[in-house]
């Protein structure tokens, strides 16, 4: 679970009496949810409760929600790559194809560049992508319950992409005060 005061580097008190003040109230979400949060305040609440704790307020995005009517709710379909079936010779194919699609879009490949850091996530995602469905046999596969079972590689697989978006969020915000080395033994995890 993630403190949200403390990812937007909110780090203020939300209680204070007239000796002390202390951080004693949070508003905590979990990994998946993270990439949702807009933002982070904190408001007296003088005009309102005449607490002595502050309002604590986000904003979140849940761009999905209603992108589909109703019906379709628990429709759920999934891209399955089926690498058994690849052979060198499809793999030097995607090789240079993802070559050639990072080429094309201009994608920086090293830490020196001008780019936000999501323009160049983004275009190593789409070049990924594409060259994978071109090249990579696979298949779409449509359920109607939300019970996947997923293999245990593709489930790290995607739990380790998350990480390192929420690493790449967490580098963007806080460029500042961020921990080189802490930031560096996320990534050597990730790589294991």
């Not at 759920?76 to 699609?101: A, K, Q």
């Not at 936000?116 to 995602?125: D, N, P």
């Amino acid at each position: 679970m993630y403190d949200i005061g403390a990812h937007f580097n909110n780090k203020h008190f939300t209680w204070s009496n007239n000796n002390s003040s202390s951080c004693i109230d949070y508003i905590w979400t979990d990994q998946f949810n993270i990439q949702f949060l807009l933002s982070y305040k904190l408001d007296s609440s003088n005009t309102s409760t005449l607490s002595d704790h502050s309002i604590l307020s986000s904003s979140w995005t849940f761009p999905n929600a209603y992108s589909k009517p109703p019906r379709y709710h628990t429709g759920i379909s999934r891209r399955i790559f089926n690498y058994n079936t690849m052979t060198s010779d499809n793999w030097t194919n995607f090789s240079n194809l993802l070559t050639s699609n990072l080429n094309s879009h201009n994608t920086p490949l090293t830490s020196q560049c001008y780019k936000s850091i999501e323009t160049t996530w983004h275009k190593i995602e789409h070049s990924f992508i594409h060259a994978a469905i071109q090249v990579i046999p696979n298949k779409i596969s449509r359920k109607r319950s939300y019970n996947h079972q997923y293999t245990p590689h593709s489930t790290l697989t995607y739990l380790l992409l998350k990480k390192l978006g929420h690493l790449i969020k967490i580098t963007k915000t806080n460029r500042l005060s961020i921990n080189i080395p802490l930031i560096n033994n996320h990534i050597k995890t990730i790589n294991l």
